[in-house]
């Protein structure tokens, strides 16, 4: 990797960063995107799985925001269709004044959103909550109101904006680490890489750097400089996921106010119930965050506050636990993470460094674009870009040969654009066997979400950058997240398929099998 020269490095490969990523390469800029685990490793892949605008900000007053992000979330819904869908959601109410005051809000939040709205929100009676929410306790229910918000796969969307960077030009690497900044003049001219996972350590030149990282902001904030300032206040959020029979039917219920300030969510996905979450500060940032007892305590009785279903540990198929890179505020005096902005914040340091944090995924595009422009900004690219416009993949060529080189991605395609579906097509034809799922009494038992075929395996590490079964199982397929003992049941057979694909020794089979079911013991509830 040494002796190339990048345009634009992006450290980062979650939401923000891989937006990045396909934003300054859709500009026609070399850009190299580095990821120290997998493509949403972090809080990336462990959201509530929706494209919002954000109800409870209209509670805070900040309008901006909220119209900020029903526009990205109209957007995004029609630029990634395959990835998204629409959700109708019931908040229940218990008083006429309950009712007044939320329908009124959610009708802003429809005028809000102008013609990307996704349904007309509506006031329900009492007997239409009860009907649309059949798990619902219906003590003490007045009645309803029924909006619509949007829904997505969160891993799922990563690895297609990876794919869709790289098919305008863009290099993407997982498991590559920024170890170091080589600066001249205090200003970086190019960053130190480390593979992750063992192969050789390179460098590469650069014209600008992009810092992505979420809730590891202030790690490469201060690799920059030790003594920068710290930026990111994280704050934990757990879902439990159960099974749809403690909560039937298509809608998802949000409750406005919990105790503790934030909104409960129940919502169907992937044929079970996300159910979250919680807003706890943390002072210890690690890629696997642990759920605290008194989180899982909250969130399985205020389900069971407001349902007639009773779950307890043992019905929980999966406990997942994402960091929120929130920014300090130095006016805000408050330590109620819940109170902190949502919104992003941009920083440009003395060495150029340009740092983008905070947000949410649904308004990820339009931080990418903020950050893109900065970079562009402060290393004068447009008079220096080091890219050959004929470089570009196919179906870059519109954005490479631009010389204007604005931001093409509020109307820009996510995806492989089908070379998943028509690679996996081929295998089968020539070799049926590939067709076959990884276990058929499994199969065949489990909800069809798990049916995992032989070649879905095998496209995803050869063309979905799949290097470890944890990859596979917990960010290609979500069944790590679903149903965490499914997982360690099919794990076997998927590191038997990705060691011949990545020509694993027995003993890295083994490694990879026995880190995994480690892995996924932090997602059982014991």
């Not at 809080?43 to 799985?49: E, G, Q, V, Y």
């Not at 109800?55 to 990205?72: D, H, T």
């Amino acid at each position: 990797m040494d002796n190339h020269t990048y345009d634009i490095v992006i450290i980062g490969g979650g939401a923000t960063g891989l937006g990045s990523a396909v934003d300054a390469a859709s500009r026609g800029y070399k850009t190299l995107l580095v990821e120290q685990a997998d493509f949403g490793k972090g809080t990336s892949s462990r959201s509530t799985k929706l494209v919002h605008g954000g109800v409870r900000y209209l509670a805070q007053g900040n309008i901006k925001l909220v119209r900020e992000a029903l526009a990205e979330r109209g957007r995004l819904l029609k630029n990634a269709p395959l990835m998204t869908s629409t959700q109708p959601f019931v908040v229940p109410v218990f008083s006429l004044w309950e009712k007044f005051y939320y329908s009124a809000g959610l009708m802003l939040y429809d005028v809000l959103s102008g013609k990307l709205s996704l349904g007309k929100t509506r006031l329900l009676s009492r007997k239409k909550t009860l009907e649309l929410l059949p798990n619902i306790n219906p003590k003490k229910v007045a009645g309803g109101i029924l909006y619509y918000d949007g829904q997505f796969n969160d891993a799922e969307l990563c690895i297609e904006l990876a794919h869709t960077a790289e098919r305008y030009g863009a290099t993407v690497l997982n498991y590559t680490k920024a170890v170091g900044f080589i600066k001249e003049k205090d200003i970086i001219v190019g960053v130190e890489l480390e593979d992750t996972l063992g192969a050789a350590v390179g460098a590469v030149r650069c014209k600008c750097v992009i810092n992505a990282t979420g809730v590891f902001t202030d790690a490469v904030l201060q690799m920059d400089d030790p003594h920068a300032d710290t930026l990111v206040y994280p704050s934990q959020g757990i879902h439990l996921v159960v099974s749809p029979k403690f909560f039937r039917g298509i809608n998802a219920m949000m409750i406005p106010k919990t105790d503790d300030g934030r909104v409960l969510f129940a919502v169907p996905w992937q044929g079970k119930i996300v159910i979250g979450t919680t807003d706890s500060h943390v002072d210890h940032i690690d890629l696997e965050p642990l759920p605290l007892a008194e989180e899982i305590h909250f969130v399985l009785e205020h389900f069971n506050r407001y349902t007639n279903a009773a779950i307890t540990k043992e019905d929980v198929l999966s406990v997942f636990v994402g960091l929120r890179p929130l920014v300090r505020s130095a006016n805000s005096g408050s330590n109620i993470s819940s109170l902190l902005s949502r919104d992003h914040t941009l920083v440009v340091s003395p060495s150029r460094l340009v740092t983008i944090t905070g947000g949410k995924w649904t308004t990820y595009r339009k931080m990418a674009e903020d950050a893109v422009n900065n970079a562009v900004f402060v290393a004068k690219l447009d008079h220096t870009s080091t890219k050959d416009s004929g470089s570009a993949k196919v179906g870059a060529t519109s954005a490479a040969t631009s010389s204007a080189k604005k931001c093409i991605t509020k109307d820009l395609p996510i995806g492989d654009l089908g070379a998943a579906r028509e690679l996996a097509a081929q295998l089968t034809l020539d070799e049926p066997v590939l067709g076959n799922y990884l276990d058929h009494e499994f199969a065949a038992f489990h909800h069809i979400t798990y049916a995992i075929r032989v070649v879905d395996v095998v496209v995803a590490a050869r063309i979905s950058y799949v290097r470890t079964v944890e990859d596979f199982l917990a960010r290609r397929s979500r069944l790590l997240f679903l149903d965490a003992k499914a997982a360690i049941q099919l794990a076997p057979s998927v590191a038997t398929i990705l060691q011949k694909e990545l020509n694993w020794t027995n003993e890295e089979r083994e490694a990879q099998l026995q880190s995994f079911i480690q892995l996924a013991q932090q997602y059982i509830i014991h």
